[in-house]
């Protein structure tokens, strides 16, 4: 299945700063897919990243907010911008891995905490 | 508004019985259902999955069962070993690259 490396593992970050999370992928992927689990919350899509295009957006979050690159066919950022408190969450990627029968693996996460 | 429901939040079981995982979903178009297991500190892991044409998959000590009607699937785990004591979640698909994702279940096996 594809490994996938995902930094920082966390982070605690000021109030009204930003915070860019990095996916590299050992494989070549088309799509990389950003969540984000909220405390005692199910994990939602925030966005799906697209190469050489512009990432779509999931109802509810906004470029602006969590401007996603995707430079390349193995890598991806998200960065959470502007951080409130209500920010602090757990942030994964993910691609769809067709060696698991068309599951997702998931990157090991980012648990950001806004102070 | 939650399209997959994980009603129960944590489940205790002993080592060696039956573990029962439940997940609930409102929408009947979603047509592909996955088990995820995640541990602290890691990112959800592939468990197994199932097409909405089957109504049951097995995987070694792991069986999702289907049930249309219902709008339901179980994961049942047997016999339930300790390093199976970790946040299950259910997802589900509708054809999108959009899972969508249960709250989660911790399960704990007792030794």
């Known amino acids: 299945s594809a490994v996938i490396s995902q930094k920082p593992s966390r982070d605690i970050c000021q109030r009204g700063t930003s915070l860019t999370i990095q996916c590299q992928v050992d494989s070549q992927v088309t799509m990389m897919f950003w969540y984000r689990q909220q405390p005692g919350q199910s994990l939602t899509l925030i966005a799906t990243?697209?190469?050489?295009?512009?990432?779509?957006?999931e109802s509810g979050f906004v470029i602006d907010k969590f401007p996603i690159s995707r430079p390349n066919l193995t890598f991806s950022t998200l960065t959470v911008s502007n951080l409130s408190p209500e920010d602090s969450s757990i942030y994964l990627c993910?691609?769809?891995?067709?060696?698991?029968?068309?599951?997702?693996?998931f990157g090991s996460g980012t648990r950001l905490t806004v102070v | 508004d939650q399209q997959v429901k994980q009603n129960s939040p944590s489940l205790s079981v002993q080592e060696g019985r039956i573990s029962i995982l439940n997940c609930d979903y409102t929408n009947s178009m979603f047509d592909y259902f996955l088990w995820y297991k995640k541990y602290p500190a890691e990112g959800p892991t592939f468990l197994i999955s199932?097409?909405?044409?089957?109504d049951k998959n097995e995987d070694g000590r792991f069986t999702v069962f289907l049930n249309k009607s219902a709008k339901h699937l179980s994961l049942h785990i047997v016999p339930s070993q300790p390093g199976d004591s970790a946040v299950y979640f259910c997802a589900a698909s509708g054809g999108a690259n959009n899972l969508f994702f249960g709250t989660g279940t911790r399960l704990t096996v007792i030794p």
């Open positions: 990243a697209n190469q050489g295009s512009e990432a779509t957006y």
């Open positions: 993910s691609v769809e891995d067709r060696a698991v029968n068309y599951g997702y693996t």
């Open positions: 199932i097409s909405s044409i089957k």
